[in-house]
Nanobody, 125 residues
């Protein structure tokens, strides 16, 4: 599967953005989906994840209550709705896909087989 993230841009503090992750080559429903973010010189951090069934969603502590992960199987696209944005949300955001496995979905590990290119989000104070 190939992943293409989009939707990044400039937002003001308190504003909203919605990121999209378009999958091609395979159905997005075959994978657990994760969103991560990274700033230069720092590790890639977990933001949000959704299991392949879509029944379980997970969030990093810093975004709980503000960000929402979702997916539209008909459009083969996952989304990250980001609300109440803060300057510390500024980062390059990546979507990733994890193959189904018997051990279960591991949302906050970096153990994803496929990664898209990042989309830059900048939040001004």
């Amino acid at each position: 599967v190939q992943l293409q993230a989009s939707g990044g841009g400039l937002a003001q503090t308190g504003g909203s953005l919605r990121l999209s992750c378009l999958a091609s080559g395979r159905s997005i429903s075959d994978y657990g989906i994760g969103w991560f973010r990274q700033v230069p010189g720092k590790e890639r951090d977990f933001v949000a994840g959704m299991s392949w069934t879509g029944g379980s969603r997970f969030y990093g502590d810093s975004v709980k209550g503000r960000f929402i992960i979702s997916r539209d199987s008909a459009k083969n696209t996952a989304y990250l709705q980001m609300n109440s944005l803060k300057p510390e949300d500024t980062a390059n955001y990546f979507c990733a896909a994890q193959i189904r496995s018997e051990v279960g979905f591991r949302p906050d590990s970096l153990d994803y087989e496929f990664w898209g290119r990042g989309t830059l989000v900048t939040v001004s104070s």
